[in-house]
Structure formats: C-alpha cells, structure tokens
Antibody, heavy 119, light 108 residues
Framework: QLHLRESGPGLVKPSETLSLTCSVSGGSITNNHYYWAWVRQPPGKRLEWIGS???????DYNLSLKSRVTISVDTSKNQFSLKLNSLTAADTAVYFCARHRNREPFDFWGQGTLVTVSS | EIVMTQSPVALSASPGERVTLSCRASQSVNTNLAWYQQRPGQAPRLLIY???TRATDLPARFSGGGSGTEFTLTISSLQSEDFAVYFC??????????FGPGTKVEIK
C-alpha cells in the first residue's frame, strides 16, 4: 500500500523559505506512470495546487506561485521536496503531498502538515 | 483561471438518506472533474474521476454525473462513515487545476 508522509517545520518566519519533504513508501517515486505534487489548504479556504514533478526532474508550477516555488526529487531516498520562498502570513496552510498521473486527479495523498508563518 | 463553486456549503442529513451535492465550473471542463472526500484529520480520498467513474473499491452508493460546467455527486443512502467534507476539482486545464470550496455533510 502506498504511503506518503510530509515532514518539515511547523513554524516559519515571514520572508524566510519553507522546506518540506514528502517520503514515499510502498511504491517507487521513479514509477514512470506517476507525477508527484504539492497541494495546500489555508485555514478555512479551498485547496490550491502548488506544483508537480516527474521523477526525471521536469516540473509544472501553479502560475500564481511559480516565482517562489521549487520542487525537486531525491530518487535515492524515494523523496521529493518543496521549497517556497519569501513567505508571508498568506502562506499559512496545511501542506499535502500527493500522487497523480499526467494531467489526472490526485489518487493518493499524505496526511498533511500544518505550516504557520509568523514571527 | 477556472473558478469552481459548490452548493450547498453544508447540509444536514440522516443515515439512510439520499443526498446530492453540486459543483459548477466557470467554463466548460468537459468531464475532467473529480470528487474527493475528506474526514477530519485525514488525507483527502479520491472518490470519482472523469465526472462519473468510481475510484477503486468505492461503494456503489456513490455516483457522479454531469459534464461541461454542471456536476453532481450523489450518495444514495448515507452511512455513518460518509459524514465528511466533499470537494470537486477540475483538471481540464494544466497547470491551472483548481478545486471547489467544499460541501460539509453533517449528521442531522
């Protein structure tokens, strides 16, 4: 059974960079059928897709976040990561990692991790 | 950007009741529409994709319909485990996939 688990700091200061990691178990991140994504949900707001990557390193980003986001992969650890810079309070959210096929919905999700941006 | 709206925001129903949730897209997404269920503190779960195709092992009491801009998710007989938040997602346009705000199904 596939399992995704997010890890990272729960509190980050404004203007700093958020770094989160998604550890994948029960399946290989190099499976050529799947993409790996980050999705977030600010408190009381709807889900927002942040970006996706393929194990080869190719990426797609939400145009509204593209200038601040980097998603990368470490195939040796079966992990992928999110970096989001120039944080503001508006970036406070539960961050999920998820899996999907190309241009398809997300079929597996992690439990999510709450990130608060505050000084 | 395609804006997704859902109605109602919340509904109260009793176990065994039939409920229908609605999702609307600001422009046509054909049948590139998915439904998810999220229980408190849990990961979202994919229920329906392609507007009407049930995900693996999803009980038959869940059904999806619609195309273009209007979609529905019907639960034919609510079970206790179905009380959750349901949200829709359009994946017709990448890299601009967008989600609806969700409908909360509560126990009456």
């Amino acid at each position: 059974q596939l399992h995704l688990r997010e890890s990272g700091p729960g509190l980050v200061k404004p203007s700093e960079t958020l770094s989160l990691t998604c550890s994948v178990s029960g399946g290989s991140i190099t499976n050529n059928h799947y993409y790996w994504a980050w999705v977030r949900q600010p408190p009381g707001k709807r889900l927002e897709w942040i970006g996706s990557m393929y194990y080869s390193g190719s990426t797609d980003y939400n145009l509204s976040l593209k200038s601040r986001v980097t998603i990368s992969v470490d195939t040796s650890k079966n992990q992928f990561s999110l970096k989001l810079n120039s944080l503001t309070a508006a970036d406070t959210a539960v961050y999920f990692c998820a899996r999907h096929r190309n241009r398809e919905p997300f079929d597996f999700w992690g439990q999510g991790t709450l990130v608060t941006v505050s000084s | 950007e395609i804006v997704m709206t859902q109605s109602p925001v919340a509904l109260s129903a009793s176990p065994g009741e039939r409920v229908t949730l609605s999702c609307r897209a600001s422009q046509s997404v054909n049948t590139n529409l998915a439904w998810y269920q999220q229980r408190p503190g849990q990961a979202p779960r994919l229920l329906i994709y392609g507007a009407s195709t049930r995900a693996t092992d999803l009980p038959a009491r869940f059904s999806g319909g619609g195309s273009g801009t209007e979609f529905t998710l019907t639960i034919s007989s609510l079970q206790s485990e179905d009380f959750a938040v349901y949200f829709c997602q359009q994946y017709s346009y990448w890299p601009s996939s967008t989600f609806g705000p969700g409908t909360k199904v509560e126990i009456k």
